[in-house]
């Protein structure tokens, strides 16, 4: 199988980092790092039914064809909701050829490449390792946010928490209304 | 000519930016902020053309990042895959941009003498070559039903090379392995961030085997960045994650290493099992996906086409890992399976490329093609469901129309 050559070898090397790739590869990678670095990612929409406490959290997975929530990962995006109150979540994935998912996950969860459980019952979508490109309809669930600590708002998909698909869910005692804010 | 790294000689891309890009980037910011406005109509134009060095216009964009594009089918008609048209898969967002000149790789763990590598070192082991395809372990995967979770690869996961380097055998035995040595580590320069490295080992068996090598160089270059410059791993029939890019140490360990891309990705179930079983354990009842199973699809035509009743030349390309393929056959809508023939002969590593004569009557029409490795193993009808989709290798299925 293996043929040897005991020859030395000389190498002749293109240079394909000219000055006009160089500028391609940064403006191209600027594009697609604009969403977490700069900001550029588009908070999501937090609804909050004062009367019946109830959160309604709307969430759009890898914006920029990259791994993340709305543009923000790694904690970049910070929800925050009321200890007691009901939270309704949606994802949608713009990615048709990606599959992501969210579920909210114990903290300690969002270093792991798989192997989630929700935080509290119904914290999750049935297939969340399946999850769901552009072609399906959007995810849903509700859960009932019973005790305040913070949690982690993560992609179920294996591997892709793993690499920072994820963000901040923080439950708070005597919260007025949630919010929704990046760092 | 050396190399000029766009961020400066040795520097790791960290997913940071370096000063020069720095200088770039404060010029470019009113830019991208315009371009954040007119973003649809930029992401399109870009999927049309993605501006990565030394990767052809025209491959398929699966993610931006990290980087994963898929090679279209009319690339894998060649026996070699051309470097700028080979499948990218990286795992994390960013890569290396290594330097031979300041590259090292460390050996350590279970060995009598701790090694640290330089790249002129490496030149003193023996040169080889090998041609094998390289694959990923969720290749096709996009076809399994019900739908298993990752991303969703057509055929285009997979490419055949001519490799270069030195046998990973000759490497690790100047460390003087011990006993206690019953895995090997590959550990990779992926910027990882707070995440955890880029790590997967191999048993000992399969890394002392002669064919499994550290390698240099892809069809008679240096290896692309995104294909590990300055040295990868070559785990010849094993999972493309196997095949670990820019290599910067080695651990010999007593066991599987124990990180998430060995305990929490690419493991499979051992037997067949329900899609709506949740009872497992995936690190403990799973186990590593290593060789790869007996495989083939079409080249050409393309599923979906519409060619002119008659006489129609079938082609595709079939491989099994650390195993020949024996026969590929071919069914029109159901009838005999009829043997097609072997245009190109592959080995045990590389592929084989295959051709049937078919003539085909005015109409719509399913041609599935199966092939049998040396082991007397064919592809089954139904992919092998696995939570995590990997290994999906049924028959291959054209939708053709006559017309």
Same mark, same amino acid.
């Given at each position: 199988?293996?043929?040897?050559?005991?020859?030395?070898?000389?190498?002749?090397?293109?240079?394909?980092?000219?000055?006009?790739?160089?500028?391609?590869?940064?403006?191209?990678?600027?594009?697609?790092?604009?969403?977490?670095?700069?900001?550029?990612?588009?908070?999501?929409?937090?609804?909050?039914?004062?009367?019946?406490?109830?959160?309604?959290?709307?969430?759009?997975?890898?914006?920029?064809?990259?791994?993340?929530?709305?543009?923000?990962?790694?904690?970049?995006?910070?929800?925050?909701?009321?200890?007691?109150?009901?939270?309704?979540?949606?994802?949608?994935?713009?990615?048709?050829?990606?599959?992501?998912?969210?579920?909210?996950?114990?903290?300690?969860?969002?270093?792991?490449?798989?192997?989630?459980?929700?935080?509290?019952?119904?914290?999750?979508?049935?297939?969340?390792?399946?999850?769901?490109?552009?072609?399906?309809?959007?995810?849903?669930?509700?859960?009932?946010?019973?005790?305040?600590?913070?949690?982690?708002?993560?992609?179920?998909?294996?591997?892709?928490?793993?690499?920072?698909?994820?963000?901040?869910?923080?439950?708070?005692?005597?919260?007025?209304?949630?919010?929704?804010?990046?760092? | 000519?050396?190399?000029?790294?766009?961020?400066?000689?040795?520097?790791?891309?960290?997913?940071?930016?370096?000063?020069?890009?720095?200088?770039?980037?404060?010029?470019?910011?009113?830019?991208?902020?315009?371009?954040?406005?007119?973003?649809?109509?930029?992401?399109?134009?870009?999927?049309?053309?993605?501006?990565?060095?030394?990767?052809?216009?025209?491959?398929?964009?699966?993610?931006?990042?990290?980087?994963?594009?898929?090679?279209?089918?009319?690339?894998?008609?060649?026996?070699?895959?051309?470097?700028?048209? $080979?499948? %990218? &898969?990286?795992?994390? @967002? =960013?890569?290396?941009?290594?330097?031979?000149?300041? !590259?090292?790789?460390? /050996?350590?763990?279970?060995?009598?003498?701790?090694?640290?590598?330089?790249?002129?070192?490496?030149?003193?082991?023996?040169?080889?070559?090998?041609?094998?395809?390289?694959?990923?372990?969720?290749?096709?995967?996009?076809?399994?039903?019900?739908?298993?979770?990752?991303?969703?690869?057509?055929?285009?996961?997979?490419?055949?090379?001519?490799?270069?380097?030195?046998?990973?055998?000759?490497?690790?035995?100047?460390?003087?392995?011990?006993?206690?040595?019953?895995?090997?580590?590959?550990?990779?320069?992926?910027?990882?961030?707070?995440?955890?490295?880029?790590?997967?080992?191999?048993?000992?068996?399969?890394?002392?085997?002669?064919?499994?090598?550290?390698?240099?160089?892809?069809?008679?270059?240096?290896?692309?960045?995104?294909?590990? $410059?300055? %040295? &990868?791993?070559?785990? @010849? =029939?094993?999972?493309?994650?196997?095949?670990?890019? !820019?290599?910067?140490? /080695?651990?010999?360990?007593?066991?599987?290493?124990?990180?998430?891309?060995?305990?929490?990705?690419?493991?499979?179930?051992?037997?067949?099992?329900?899609?709506?079983?949740?009872?497992?354990?995936?690190?403990?009842?799973?186990?590593?996906?290593?060789?790869?199973?007996?495989?083939?699809?079409?080249?050409?035509?393309?599923?979906?086409?519409?060619?002119?009743?008659?006489?129609?030349?079938?082609?595709?390309?079939?491989?099994?890992?650390?195993?020949?393929?024996?026969?590929?056959?071919?069914?029109?809508?159901?009838?005999?399976?009829?043997?097609?023939?072997?245009?190109?002969?592959?080995?045990?590593?590389?592929?084989?490329?295959?051709?049937?004569?078919?003539?085909?009557?005015?109409?719509?029409?399913?041609?599935?093609?199966?092939?049998?490795?040396? &082991?007397?193993?064919?592809?089954?009808?139904?992919?092998?469901?696995?939570?995590?989709?990997?290994?999906?290798?049924?028959?291959?299925?054209?939708?053709?129309?006559?017309?």
């Amino acid at each position: 199988m293996v043929s040897t050559d005991t020859h030395e070898r000389r190498h002749t090397r293109k240079c394909f980092w000219s000055r006009a790739s160089q500028a391609a590869f940064v403006a191209f990678l600027l594009l697609g790092t604009a969403t977490t670095v700069l900001g550029a990612g588009t908070v999501p929409p937090v609804g909050y039914d004062g009367a019946t406490h109830t959160v309604s959290l709307s969430l759009t997975a890898a914006q920029a064809d990259a791994y993340n929530f709305n543009g923000y990962a790694g904690g970049a995006l910070v929800v925050k909701v009321p200890t007691g109150s009901t939270v309704q979540v949606t994802m949608r994935n713009v990615a048709a050829d990606v599959s992501h998912s969210v579920l909210v996950a114990p903290w300690d969860q969002r270093t792991k490449g798989s192997g989630f459980t929700p935080a509290f019952p119904g914290a999750a979508p049935a297939d969340f390792e399946t999850g769901i490109t552009s072609h399906d309809p959007p995810l849903h669930f509700t859960f009932s946010a019973r005790s305040a600590g913070t949690y982690a708002l993560l992609c179920g998909v294996p591997g892709h928490a793993l690499i920072g698909m994820w963000d901040e869910l923080d439950v708070v005692d005597g919260l007025s209304a949630p919010s929704a804010t990046t760092k | 000519m050396d190399r000029e790294p766009a961020a400066g000689p040795g520097t790791e891309w960290n997913g940071g930016l370096s000063r020069r890009a720095l200088l770039y980037r404060s010029g470019t910011i009113a830019g991208v902020v315009a371009f954040a406005g007119a973003w649809p109509l930029v992401r399109d134009a870009l999927a049309q053309e993605p501006a990565i060095p030394g990767v052809a216009a025209g491959m398929k964009v699966i993610s931006r990042s990290p980087i994963n594009l898929e090679t279209p089918i009319p690339p894998l008609r060649t026996w070699i895959t051309p470097n700028d048209w $080979f499948f %990218v &898969r990286l795992h994390l @967002p =960013g890569y290396a941009q290594l330097n031979r000149e300041t !590259w090292q790789m460390t /050996i350590d763990g279970a060995v009598g003498q701790p090694l640290r590598l330089a790249w002129a070192d490496m030149q003193r082991f023996t040169h080889v070559e090998l041609t094998a395809w390289v694959q990923c372990a969720g290749n096709r995967r996009g076809h399994f039903q019900p739908k298993a979770a990752g991303g969703q690869w057509d055929r285009g996961a997979v490419g055949n090379a001519r490799w270069s380097g030195v046998r990973l055998r000759d490497v690790l035995l100047s460390a003087n392995p011990t006993v206690k040595a019953h895995h090997v580590a590959f550990e990779g320069s992926d910027p990882n961030g707070a995440a955890p490295p880029y790590v997967r080992s191999i048993p000992i068996e399969k890394a002392l085997d002669p064919n499994t090598l550290l390698v240099f160089e892809m069809n008679g270059q240096p290896l692309p960045t995104l294909h590990g $410059f300055p %040295v &990868r791993a070559l785990v @010849p =029939g094993w999972v493309g994650s196997a095949n670990v890019k !820019w290599i910067r140490a /080695i651990h010999l360990v007593e066991e599987e290493w124990n990180g998430p891309y060995m305990k929490d990705l690419y493991r499979i179930n051992p037997v067949p099992m329900n899609p709506t079983d949740k009872t497992f354990s995936f690190s403990q009842d799973f186990v590593p996906t290593t060789v790869f199973p007996v495989n083939s699809f079409f080249t050409s035509p393309v599923t979906g086409d519409t060619l002119p009743a008659g006489s129609v030349t079938l082609a595709g390309v079939a491989y099994a890992g650390e195993t020949g393929i024996a026969k590929i056959e071919v069914s029109v809508d159901g009838g005999a399976w009829r043997p097609a023939r072997i245009t190109t002969p592959g080995s045990a590593y590389a592929w084989y490329q295959w051709e049937l004569v078919e003539t085909l009557a005015r109409g719509r029409h399913e041609i599935a093609a199966r092939a049998t490795d040396w &082991r007397g193993r064919t592809q089954p009808r139904e992919g092998l469901w696995n939570p995590q989709g990997y290994f999906y290798n049924a028959w291959d299925v054209l939708a053709l129309t006559a017309s």
